[in-house]
């Protein structure tokens, strides 16, 4: 499929899930609201990945859409995705400037200049509040710690890919430890995630992946990334087989998180970090894709699974 083909693909399986009511268009591209059937397949997916995650007693954290910038700043976003961060800005003028902005509005100039930075920046992977929040609680206990969080998360990166958001949601489960306790965790949930959508019998694929670092410095990042077998996906095709999307992923930092926050082990060496992450609207997509747009008419297994 050439480049082309695979764009069209992609908006006319766009279009279709509008026309269906699964999506509902915003006028922008990758913000979309979504119907109850769609959001009842996100839940039952959370669900699931409860049951197979639930047993080992991770600590729930439910974080806003947003992080502290001072957290946002420390995390070095900035160094390797300076492109894909929302930051939230908003209005800090006196009467005057209010006046100026109105009148900007009116006659359709550019009102957003005066617009200062608050304390806040768009969340860019659920994860992210997690690492210094855990810091701030000194050492790490002698089996380290395992979160469990879900959260909307915002990348700049509109397209006409229905599988590529703005605003999406990802669960995850973040370790923190040991090299050791994060490979092992890394290792169990490459094993789960694959039973796991399995079980969801969509076709499916686990590789080696890079992210799209920024800029030329990003070029050697992703290649390191690569060839150090950082980071794994679960790939699903939902508009291209050769270029299947990716809708579960299984990063190992290294100690990269725990150098920055300096999260120290109970024997004092610098914590490592592991984390899977499940894209809710992908796993969503990627079902009414292999099985169609109405839920009642999926195959008797699959709905067994996510309904019981
Ligand atoms: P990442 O941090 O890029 O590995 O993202 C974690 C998971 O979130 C991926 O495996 C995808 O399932 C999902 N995801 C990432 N980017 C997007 C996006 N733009 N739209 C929807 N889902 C996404
Ligand atoms: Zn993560």
């Known amino acids: 499929m050439s480049m082309i083909d695979s764009v069209s693909a992609q908006e006319a399986y766009r279009d279709e899930l509008v026309a269906a009511g699964l999506l509902i268009p915003t006028g922008v591209d990758g913000l979309y609201g979504r119907s109850g059937m769609f959001e009842e397949v996100v839940e039952r997916f959370d669900a699931l990945v409860t049951v197979w995650g639930g047993a080992d007693g991770a600590e729930v954290m439910r974080f806003p859409p947003a992080l502290n910038r001072k957290y946002f700043e420390e995390s070095e976003y900035l160094k390797s995705f300076p492109h894909l961060a929302g930051t939230i800005h908003s209005f800090k003028g006196d009467e005057r400037a209010h006046r100026s902005l109105l009148r900007k509005l009116e006659e359709g100039q550019d009102w957003t200049e005066e617009q200062v930075a608050t304390d806040v920046v768009m969340t860019p992977a659920a994860c992210y509040p997690v690492y210094p929040t855990v810091a701030a609680r000194g050492p790490l206990p002698e089996d380290g710690r395992l979160i469990d969080v879900f959260s909307y998360c915002f990348r700049h990166e509109p397209s006409l890919d229905p599988a590529r958001m703005q605003l999406f949601r990802m669960r995850e489960y973040i370790r923190v430890g040991t090299p050791d306790q994060v490979m092992d ?17 969509v076709p499916l694929d686990i590789d080696v992946a890079n992210d799209p670092f920024f800029g030329r410095a990003g070029t050697m990042l992703s290649n390191n990334q690569r060839d150090q077998k950082l980071k794994f996906e679960l790939l699903i095709p939902i508009t291209s087989e050769e270029k299947p999307t990716a809708c579960l992923s299984f990063n190992y930092h290294q100690d990269h998180f725990g150098h920055l926050w300096d999260i120290k082990t109970a024997d004092g060496g610098v914590a490592h970090t592991a984390c899977v992450g499940f894209g809710m609207e992908r796993v969503a997509l990627a079902l009414f894709r292999h099985h169609g747009f ?15």
């Open 185 to 201: 965790f890394r290792e169990t949930w490459l094993r789960r995630g694959r039973e796991m959508m399995g079980s969801l019998g």
């Open 294 to 308: 109405d839920v009642a008419r999926w195959p008797a297994p699959v709905r067994s699974v996510l309904w019981g």
